[in-house]
């Protein structure tokens, strides 16, 4: 006995590629629709934004006055965050994620830690923004410095940043450390040999992805209490700064009161967003550039 | 089944200088007392006695799932690099019982080498591939260094293909190169026992004739312990082969004696194909 039947297979045939035809537009669709609103959003801040960029307004200081203002101190206290950031998360991030992915026991502790850390990284930039201002900005006494404002965004990619990199050391084939071992070298020197210089691409690229997210976070700066105020430019980390998103926030909540802050915050937000596409791109290159395979 | 009996054939003119050079009374480098392994809840060695002599190639055969590869790792000790290994037993190597706990695993694999089935190069150059295991033992010097990867190179029986291009990363070698840069670089820490596991099942026919050439050619100075599921090369290298069944050994002599002639009926099975 045969189960196929040839005849309703055919008539069955034409119903399934049109089915195919169908959802391939269907799935299409979807993906315009996310292109064309980020495509809209795009052309409107350029549009409005983009002739109000000249030499003054990248390098000057703030001022009331629309003509006159400029960015740098935003600029500079963006740059202040990310040296910080990128301090902080490298260090505790590739720390943490060594020790729980090479020499923790894997064991029911060891999985509570790590449901933990994956839940951290799902809650709210606006609640490390507490944390930061209960913490490092008033009970370690730092005031609203590049110091708390960077280690508060640290903490909000930490979580991103260590699941990342365990997940770089993980890919790492474990032919490699077993060539190793096999060859007498203890655990720290194959990590230190092998693992992480094979996994540092992945944690490199992981990790300035974070950095761009945390460059981009308005809330927990606004809860720490960053101005966007007629102060110097800060020249080290212990120094009040703002940055660039509270710039873009505060002149848009502004252009209720003056019509040109409006295309200021735009300008600032095509100078925010060329910077997380340096950022990007420099994730982009080390990944093509240093990339192994296997 | 008789063209297969016949592949299985000792070849005679490499079998009678082995045998000249290795009578089984060769001091023995390991010995393995009551040694029974678990993975878990599942016994993966069951009571392994054998002694393993020094200086001539021990072929360890089998068919999948046996133990060799356990076997051999619990020679070097890297089987505790798996969590839920439990070994019982003892293994002397030269005189000392490699399982007692103040014997380190780093010192132990530095006197016994090891070669695993799939080469596996670091993603590094052929030189600093070389080089790995000296540096890691401290030697810094690159004079010395020098001396070490052109010496281990040569023993190998590569350094003509890649002196000129020591620099360039290793992965852009053939597979039968990249074994025997793997041998290189297990040479290098100047080991006494060499562990290979498989080490031609991933290659070609004439890397394999290569890699054999060069086992042959180590066991001057090495004593060589190789699992191989190709029995025509348990056959032509070894000088003593073991036969692994369900973690147990159910025969162990001189290659020339367990292949023509075996007590065991379920050896004679096995050599002849029945199963496996
Ligand atoms: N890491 C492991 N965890 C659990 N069981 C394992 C592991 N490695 C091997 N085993 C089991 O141990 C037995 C012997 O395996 P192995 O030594 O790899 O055999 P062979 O090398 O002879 O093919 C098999 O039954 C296998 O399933
Ligand atoms: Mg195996």
Redesign the pocket.
Known sequence: MQYIDRLQVRKRINFRLRLNSILKYVFLGATLSGLVVLAILLIRTVSQGFAWIDWNFITGHLSMDPEKAGIMGAILGTFWLMLVVIFFTLILGMGAAIYLELYAKKGRVHSLIQTNIANLAGVPSIVYGILGLTVFVRLMDFGSTVLAGGLTLSLLILPIVIVSSQEALRAVPQTLGEASYGLGASKWQTIRNIDLPTALPSILTGSILALSRAIGETAPLVVLGIPALLIPFPGGFMDRFTALPMQIYYWTLDAALVEEYANLAAASIIILLLMLFILNSIAIYIRNKFQHRF | MAVQTQLYAVPEIEKKESKEQNELENEKIFETKSLNLW??E?Q?LKNIELEIPEKSITAII??????????I?TLNRMVEL?P??QTKGDIHYKGSNILSNDYSAEALRTDVGMVFQKPNPFPKSIYDNVAYGPRIHGIKKKRILDEIVEKSLRDAFIWDEVKERLKDNAFGLSGGQQQRLCIARCLAIEPEVILM??PTSALDPISTTKVEELIQSLKKQYSIVI?T?NMQQAARISDQTAF?LN?EVVEFGKTEELFTEPEDSRTMDYINGRFG
């Open positions: 993975y878990g599942t993966a089998g068919p999948s799932g046996c133990g060799k590869s356990t076997f790792k798996i839920s290994v596991d498989e699992v599921h692994f973690g």
